[in-house]
Nanobody, 128 residues
Framework: VQLQASGGGLVQAGGSLRLSCGASGRTFNYYLMGWFRQAPGKEREFVAFIKWSGGSTYYADSEGRFTISRDNAKNTVYLQMNSLKPEDTAVYYC???????????????????????WGQGTLVTVSS
């Protein structure tokens, strides 16, 4: 699977951005898709995931500012980010992992080790 993330940029605090991640491969429907981010000097952290059916999502942010969605017909996953804060500044990565029952490992979907394929990242900068 090859992933291509886009949509990053510079935005003022309180603004919104929508990230997109296009995937190659005929079996996109069956992949768990996630977004992670890495700020300068910090470790990569989980942002959101969406299961293959699109019916199950989970977020690190408890304020409801982010929404992950997918369009399996377009092989694309999105991350809508609202009410952005300067601390959201980071390189955002999309990632794909095998869905169960095809995944035989033990990592949770919030763990970056759960994902086998990664996009190149897109930079989001939120100014104060």
């Amino acid at each position: 699977v090859q992933l291509q993330a886009s949509g990053g940029g510079l935005v003022q605090a309180g603004g919104s951005l929508r990230l997109s991640c296009g995937a190659s491969g005929r079996t996109f429907n069956y992949y768990l898709m996630g977004w992670f981010r890495q700020a300068p000097g910090k470790e990569r952290e989980f942002v959101a995931f969406i299961k293959w059916s699109g019916g199950s999502t989970y977020y690190a942010d408890s304020e409801g500012r982010f929404t992950i969605s997918r369009d399996n017909a377009k092989n694309t996953v999105y991350l809508q980010m609202n009410s952005l804060k300067p601390e959201d500044t980071a390189v955002y990565y999309c990632a794909a992992g095998l869905s169960k029952p095809y995944y035989s490992g033990s990592y949770d979907a919030t763990d970056f080790r759960r994902y086998a394929w990664w996009g190149q990242g897109t930079l989001v900068t939120v100014s104060s």
